[in-house]
């Protein structure tokens, strides 16, 4: 768990979750038993009969998705059970089809008759097949309407009603193992972040205003963000762009801008400072740094486990390694993009570098945080640098690791690369190694132990460019 997270942590002491009248009336499902379901389901038919509209509305999607969900379960369960007791009848047919192929005190067997028993296991293991796959098509049906329930919790901004809804359908999953299991929209790792969001939104929006009225702008805009007030972030953005273009750091400005989704004022503060060197950007503290990085972290889903990479420009377009996201012909593998919220999205591949191990993704999601790439030219020996990559495979915040740059230019594999000192993982393939002012100075590639390679900035610069 990276330092912003432990601060937060340490800051939000909160006893109890807040929310509406339905969100207090579903959490009595964090015991998702039928006899919770049914308490739960009269007290929804008392705020259907004297709501208003919209609790109405909302109490009635709700009340009809959890009787189906948990009548659903039962026939499930009774499937299996069916299912269990034809398996047992199955091999009690094999048993005497075996029986009767063993001579019996005349030295004779009775082929006819064990074929007949093992072709009455074969059918009946056929039927409890095809009983389960059509099963698991209702169960796949049910899920998805489910989910479109909780679609209308989030909408509707019942984040707590949705929280319980969520773990109460990850729990009922969980337990029918029968059925093919579909894939979750509200897996742990989101309905994790969730529950983090719930608990902490009104106290990260507290801590927004004081950090504000404090003249910390930074920390300000990063709890505004987790708070997911899009204009309290964009507030703080937008005052600390004017702030920072005015002590002189353009670049940080300017990438403030990119990532507040203001192209033109990027472009016209881009326009009037050219050349960005290293001292356009502002130096930030430990703390400020993983806010600033971590963000623009995502977890690409590949066949074989899982990779790094980052948000480059708005509206979605990301980078990271090639070679594990390629098939045996060289073609790419259907992908997923996993946000911080745990939230996942199929991803379009834009391109890749013929000679490079770097490949560019572009998901349809805006209005997240981006990494500014820096200049080859920074790369120096001794230069201090943090990666900040995803080493396990649930894991949604990105780990830092700290490091120094021991060779800036060294040609390895036939890229242009530098070798750092520093120790990385599989996963963390694609992930951003960046400087002290929050610039992508390398693509961590592979390491050994204590030494590590990254695709240097300029082929990174590069290959942007010509997308």
């Known amino acids: 768990m990276i330092f912003v997270r432990l601060f937060l942590l340490t800051l939000l002491t909160v006893s109890g979750l807040t929310g509406s009248e339905l969100g207090d009336v579903v959490a009595k499902l964090k015991e998702p038993k039928i006899e919770t379901a049914k308490e739960v389901l009269n007290e929804l038919d008392r705020m259907i009969v004297g709501g208003d509209a919209r609790t109405v509305t909302l109490a009635k999607k709700v009340h009809r998705s959890i009787k189906r969900i948990f009548t659903k379960e039962h026939k499930m369960l009774e499937g299996k059970k069916e299912a269990d007791g034809g398996e047992a009848n199955a091999k009690q047919f094999e048993k005497n089809g075996r029986q009767w192929l063993k001579p019996n005190i ?36 049910e899920v998805k309407d489910f989910e479109k329930m909780l679609g209308d919790l989030r909408f509707s901004k019942e984040e707590k009603a949705l929280l319980s809804l969520a773990e109460l359908l990850a729990a009922i999953v969980e337990r029918t193992p029968w059925v093919n299991r579909p894939p979750l929209t509200y897996d742990r790792a989101r309905i994790q972040f969730l529950r983090e969001h719930v608990v902490g939104k009104e106290q990260w929006l507290t801590l927004a205003s ?46 403030l801008w990119e990532r507040l989704g203001e192209e033109d004022r990027a472009a016209e503060l881009a326009k009037a400072n050219p050349v960005l060197t290293a001292a356009s950007y502002q130096v930030l503290g430990v703390a400020a740094l993983e806010r600033h990085t971590a963000p623009a972290c995502v977890r690409v889903l590949t ?77 120096k020996p001794g230069l201090d640098v943090i990666l900040f990559g995803f080493t396990e495979s649930a894991q949604n915040i990105p780990s830092a690791a700290s490091g120094t740059v021991m060779v800036a230019m060294d040609e390895w594999n036939r890229q242009p690369t530098s070798r750092l000192a520093l120790d990385g993982s599989q996963g963390q393939r694609g992930a951003p190694i960046v400087d002290q002012r929050g610039r992508v100075l390398g693509i961590f590639l592979a390491s050994k132990t204590g030494t590590a390679r990254s695709l240097e900035a300029g082929a990174i610069q590069h290959f942007i460019k010509e997308l």
Request: include cysteine; charge should be neutral.
């Open 210 to 255: 004081h950090a504000s009225d404090a003249g910390n702008l930074e920390l300000a805009y990063d709890f505004y963000r987790l708070a997911g007030s899009h204009l309290g972030r964009f507030r703080m953005g937008a005052k600390m762009a004017g702030r920072l273009a005015e002590e002189g750091y353009p670049g940080s400005a300017i990438n």
């Open 303 to 379: 066949p074989g486990g899982h990779q790094t990479g980052f948000f480059f420009r708005q509206g979605g377009f990301l980078v990271t390694c090639k070679l594990g996201l390629l098939d045996k012909d060289g073609d790419p593998h259907p992908l997923t993009v996993v946000l911080e919220d745990g939230r996942k999205f199929p991803a379009k591949v834009l391109g890749f570098s013929s000679g490079h191990d770097v490949a560019a993704l572009k998901i349809a999601y805006k209005g997240h945080e981006i990494l500014p790439v820096g200049d080859r030219a920074d790369l």
């Open 106 to 141: 005349h030295g004779r067997i009775n082929k006819l008759a064990a074929s007949e028993a093992f072709h009455d296991a074969k059918v009946l293991r056929k039927k409890s097949f095809w009983a389960q796959e059509e099963l698991s098509k209702e169960w796949l049906e």
